[in-house]
T-cell receptor, first 115, second 112 residues
Framework: AQTVTQSQPEMSVQEAETVTLSCTYDTSESDYYLFWYKQPPSRQMILVIR??????QNATENRFSVNFQKAAKSFSLKISDSQLGDAAMYFC????????????FGTGTRLQVFP | DGGITQSPKYLFRKEGQNVTLSCEQNLNHDAMYWYRQDPGQGLRLIYY???????QKGDIAEGYSVSREKKESFPLTVTSAQKNPTAFYLC???????????FGPGTRLLVL
């Protein structure tokens, strides 16, 4: 069974600085998708970024980028030029390309942004 | 505006009572999902549906039931058999081809 691990329960960053959130996963599959979701205080899950495992190029989305290391099964999220609105819970998630019935989530990292 | 709506935002359940959470989407997505979120945990899949009139159990289906009579709607019933229903419930949908799941705003269920 696949698992997703986020080893940082909490992180903090100064406004305008850069922060990296860690995520590792375990799978025996070769094709899959990885996601970062943001959950602000409103609790709605918002897609931040998505990575296809077959793509070697790291996904980017404005100030958000990932460092995808397939061999190491690592999928970290870098937030550049942090803003107060980035404060939220961030969840890493895995979805199989073969068994597409669900997302498997990590336990989340709470990010605080200080002015 | 396209999106997913969930109602109510807050729901209170009495002992022995069944309650139904609503989820509607106008994204023309084929697949819909229900997740449960408990404090300090990620989301866990309750039920999912890939097509109208068909649905499958997820990891924690006991004490829950669903229906999928219309493509746009996927209501979740929390039955009296669910002994610990207090949680945050999130509905999601995806295009079967696109894979990415998009979430609604959630419903907070509390037991009186």
């Amino acid at each position: 069974a696949q698992t997703v691990t986020q080893s940082q329960p909490e992180m903090s960053v100064q406004e305008a600085e850069t922060v990296t959130l860690s995520c590792t996963y375990d799978t025996s599959e070769s094709d899959y998708y990885l996601f970062w979701y943001k959950q602000p205080p409103s609790r709605q899950m918002i897609l931040v970024i998505r990575q296809e495992a077959y793509k070697q190029q790291n996904a980017t989305e404005n100030r958000f980028s990932v460092n995808f290391q397939k061999a190491a099964k690592s999928f970290s999220l870098k937030i550049s030029d942090s803003q107060l609105g980035d404060a939220a819970m961030y969840f890493c998630a895995y979805r199989s390309a073969y068994n597409t019935d669900k997302l498997i989530f990590g336990t989340g990292t709470r990010l605080q942004v200080f002015p | 505006d396209g999106g997913i709506t969930q109602s109510p935002k807050y729901l209170f359940r009495k002992e022995g009572q069944n309650v139904t959470l609503s989820c509607e989407q106008n994204l023309n997505h084929d697949a819909m999902y229900w997740y449960r979120q408990d404090p300090g945990q990620g989301l866990r899949l309750i039920y999912y549906s890939q097509i109208v009139n068909d649905f499958q159990k997820g990891d924690i289906a006991e004490g829950y039931s669903v229906s999928r009579e219309k493509k746009e709607s996927f209501p979740l019933t929390v039955t009296s058999a669910q002994k610990n229903p207090t949680a945050f419930y999130l509905c999601a949908s995806s295009d079967l081809i696109g894979e990415t799941q998009y979430f609604g705003p959630g419903t907070r269920l509390l037991v009186l």
